[in-house]
């Protein structure tokens, strides 16, 4: 068996070898570009996103939290394009980063493959709706920031998802991403007994995993330009104390390879 980066990154089929395994579930390592894939033999594993999946994982817990923290993301690109008007969120789930971007006077599409939360979030007077990438790109619409949080692991082929997302950007327009840590201490000490990797967690719910240079080597091959990687101490133009302070305590997780997500801001070029 291969894996999609055999075919996008060159990497030699030699160095894939098992990683985590939880019955049926099991994940490969790439030890050439460092990804973690999903087993192509898994791939009949599935998760529905549908009402039961909302309610399960209390999606609607903390979400004042939840939107400020979507909120000081978009802030985060902004610093690099102030000029952010439009926004595109990829699997807007119940629409924190939507409620986040109407708050700043950003217009804003919302995209998600469950009826469910994009049914949700226009009963908030957000614009969502059930589409794939492809339809957007073909309907015509472009933007100033993609927005992909905890989304891009639920693609089998990333490398595709981000040619699309790089069609849908107009020019110096930036993809902000963020994604699960597959540095992340306790996952890799733990494999199938953590929740990346085990089918009571989410593992059946993703299909890739990322840390900072194997995201950065697929955001390159696919025409990216990373302008900010994790959280930056200073940031110019945005002094929120809260905003401050969750920066230092996402810089201080890094250190002890402690956080559970990574950040990456990037340009297209």
């Given at each position: ?125 957000l614009r969502a709706e059930t589409l794939s990438l492809e339809e957007v ?118 250190l002890f390879h402690a956080d559970q997500e990574i950040v990456v801001v990037?340009?297209?070029?």
């Amino acid at each position: 068996m291969t894996l999609k980066c055999t075919g996008y990154l060159g990497c030699d089929p030699a160095t894939q070898e098992p990683y985590a395994e939880d019955g049926e579930l099991r994940f490969m390592r790439c030890r050439s570009c460092g990804l973690i894939w999903r087993d192509p033999e898994s791939m009949h594993l599935v998760r529905e996103y549908d009402h039961a999946y909302f309610d399960s994982k209390n999606y609607l817990k903390n979400r004042d939290h939840k939107i400020r923290k979507s909120g000081w993301l978009i802030d985060l690109a902004r610093a690099f394009h102030p000029g952010v008007n439009c926004l595109l969120e990829v699997g807007c789930s119940l629409g924190n980063t939507l409620e986040a971007a109407r708050e700043r006077g950003i217009a804003h599409l919302g995209t998600d493959v469950s009826p469910f939360a994009t049914e949700f979030c226009r009963s908030r007077g957000l614009r969502a709706e059930t589409l794939s990438l492809e339809e957007v790109y073909a309907r015509g619409e472009r933007f100033d920031l993609i927005f992909m949080q905890h989304v891009l692991e639920h693609f089998e082929d990333p490398f595709q998802t981000l040619d699309l997302c790089g069609k849908l950007l107009l020019p110096g327009g930036l993809l902000l991403i963020v994604v699960p840590n597959a540095r992340y201490g306790r996952a890799e000490k733990g494999r199938q007994r953590h929740r990346f990797y085990s089918r009571q967690g989410v593992g059946m719910e993703h299909y890739v995993y990322f840390d900072y240079s194997s995201l950065t080597r697929v955001l390159r091959k696919t025409g990216f330009e990373v302008v900010r990687r994790n959280y930056p101490l200073l940031l110019r133009g945005f002094y929120s104390v809260p905003f401050l302070l969750n920066r230092l305590f996402r810089r201080s997780l890094t250190l002890f390879h402690a956080d559970q997500e990574i950040v990456v801001v990037a340009r297209k070029i």
